[in-house]
């Protein structure tokens, strides 16, 4: 039992050479809008698993007690997975786990920073969903750790709000607010989606402005058939649904 019981912990199957890398993270929430892009802009550029990420206050989202998962009849722990690219000096951390206490959340975010100062991370983008209640062409929204970023920013077509927002929950905002309490840039970019489920649409708006932002080339033919897919599957239900609030609620 030793093992899971252990601090939360990064492994490492190799150390990529890349030169002040962005760290993009997409985990499951909202639609899991920042999940199904991080999935589909690993395809795109062909990034390679480099590490895992195991925590004992991983929980299921589905099951939300302690478990374990199985790969092929093996059992294996909770993690979520470290990708990267050295052609686009990229580090991708993808995964359905975040946390299942306020405290673990934070323990997570310092060792998520360790490893950010081990590669000499310089910009930290994380992707989510803007969870509105309603269909409709998603539209998307960010927020970064520093002014002196919104107009470089805002200049791939994201909207910046004023006034008081949020709340912006879980590592996509705890992630940004590491990023400024050091010297890396943080950006957290959400495009708003229904909510209730897997949203790629959503998805491959965020995944369109995180590769603009990163100056990355993407094809979108595979993530277009899975917004078919799933939009043929949940258009009953979704039609059936009270309308949701004229207003944005929760970001994740």
């Known amino acids: 039992m030793k093992d899971l019981l252990d601090e939360i912990r990064i492994t490492y199957k190799k150390e990529p050479e890349l030169s002040e890398p962005t760290l993009l993270v997409g985990l499951s929430g909202v639609g899991n809008v920042g999940l199904i892009a991080a999935h589909h802009l690993i395809r795109n550029i062909g990034a ?62 310092e060792e998520i920073g360790k490893m950010c100062q081990k590669f000499k991370v310089k910009l930290i983008l994380t992707l989510g969903g803007y969870g509105i209640g309603t269909r409709g062409t998603p539209t998307v929204y960010s927020v970064v750790s520093r002014s002196e970023l919104i107009e ?48 790629p649409r959503a998805a491959k708006e965020v995944m369109l402005r995180a590769a603009s932002i990163l100056n990355i080339k993407i094809n979108t033919d595979e993530i277009d058939g899975e917004i078919k897919m799933i939009e043929e599957a949940f258009q009953p239900q979704a039609e059936e649904r009270p309308q949701g609030r004229d207003y944005l609620s929760y970001i994740n």
């Not at 374990?68 to 580090?91: A, C, F, Q, R, T």
């Open 48 to 109: 390679e698993r480099f590490g895992d990420v195991y925590s004992p206050f991983f929980i299921h989202p589905l099951a939300p007690v302690p478990a374990i998962m199985s790969v092929d009849g093996v059992v294996e722990p909770m993690k979520d997975e470290l990708y990267y690219s050295e052609e686009e000096n990229l580090i991708i951390l993808i995964g359905y786990y975040q946390g299942s206490t306020p405290e673990s959340y934070y323990r997570l975010v």
């Open 152 to 199: 470089t920013i805002a200049a791939h077509d994201v909207i910046f709000q004023s006034g008081l927002n949020g709340p912006i929950a879980g590592m996509s905002g705890l992630l940004i607010k590491l990023a400024a309490d050091t010297d890396i840039d943080g950006i957290f970019l959400a495009a708003t989606t229904e909510g209730s489920y897997p949203d």
